[in-house]
């Protein structure tokens, strides 16, 4: 039996998805690599991926077409090897895998072919990993400090509300009326917490509870303010509301909420956090 003919696969991969794999220089220099080394290359191997090179290589496409689809003998093409990882350590992983498999990996702008008995390219491969990782520090360290000058700037970052939501936002607000909280609402569609708040909060969806206004530096470690606390009936219960009675008796003999939380064994707090909560439904302008 004839041996088999090595297949040539491609891996391309772009960090969002904001970026479009085709539209940049990848294809075409790779097009122009695998021309100038008489390889031949069929569009159906090639893969593409719009993910981050930080996530494990493992839980990327990249692993389903090393381990399952290249076979001793295959060669892998890639337009730069920090498109396989912009971790060292995992570069070197990958490539030292594609040896012990004689998979023969091409990187086309370092002009590199690894395979498993080349000693100059493996030493190159520990160099171009190195600065392959250095290279994603010094982006990350740059876009850092320019979102850094925009904040002091007074720039807003991010995309605007309006863009992202608003289509959304009659499902919002039915969410609302059947009294779904923010935190379910937010995990549900898949958003942060604080840009769901901001959004609801900027087009009075939701009021603002009574005790966000409440100056919480009145309640220190050492406070023994003796105001009594008023049991209303509410909605949601308080592990604290059968003990309400021994709180204000604690509190009347000049008891700091410290000590009665220690006493208790309760999280000073979360019994803080009750006891304003309690004295906002009594006074609304209590400061």
């Known amino acids: ?122 030493i190159l491969t520990h160099v171009y990993a190195m600065i392959a990782q250095t290279e994603k520090q010094f982006t990350q360290a740059r876009v850092r400090a320019s979102l850094e000058t925009k904040r002091q700037n007074g720039i807003k970052l991010g995309p605007p509300l309006s863009s992202v939501l608003d289509e959304k936002r009659t499902y919002i607000q039915s969410e609302l009326d059947k009294g779904t909280n923010l935190t379910k609402l937010s995990t549900s569609m898949d958003i942060s917490y604080s840009m769901l708040y901001k959004y609801c909060r900027a087009r009075d969806m939701i009021k603002l509870k009574e005790d966000r206004k409440i100056n919480y530096q009145k309640l220190s470690r050492d406070d023994s303010e003796v105001e009594k606390i008023e049991f209303l009936e509410t909605t949601k219960k308080s592990k604290f509301d059968p003990y309400i009675e021994d709180i204000n008796e604690m509190l009347y003999r000049k008891k700091s909420i410290k000590e009665i939380a220690d006493k208790y064994g309760w999280n000073y707090s979360a019994l803080s956090s009750y006891i304003i909560r309690r004295r906002s439904q009594k006074h609304e302008d209590y400061n």
């Open 1 to 122: 039996m004839p041996p088999r003919e090595s297949i040539v696969y491609v891996y391309m991969r772009t960090s969002t998805t904001m970026q479009d794999v085709e539209s940049g220089s990848q294809l075409p220099d790779i097009k122009r690599y695998v021309e100038y080394k008489n390889l031949i290359l069929h569009e159906k191997n090639v893969v593409r991926e719009q993910l981050s090179g930080s996530i494990d290589w493992k839980k990327r496409k990249l692993f389903d077409l090393i381990t399952n689809k290249c076979v001793p003998g295959d060669i892998l093409v890639v337009s730069e090897l920090s498109r396989l990882s912009r971790n060292s350590s995992e570069l070197v992983s990958i490539i030292d895998y594609c040896k012990k498999n004689e998979i023969i990996l091409h990187a086309c702008k370092e002009n590199l072919t690894i395979s498993k008995d080349d000693m100059t390219s493996n």
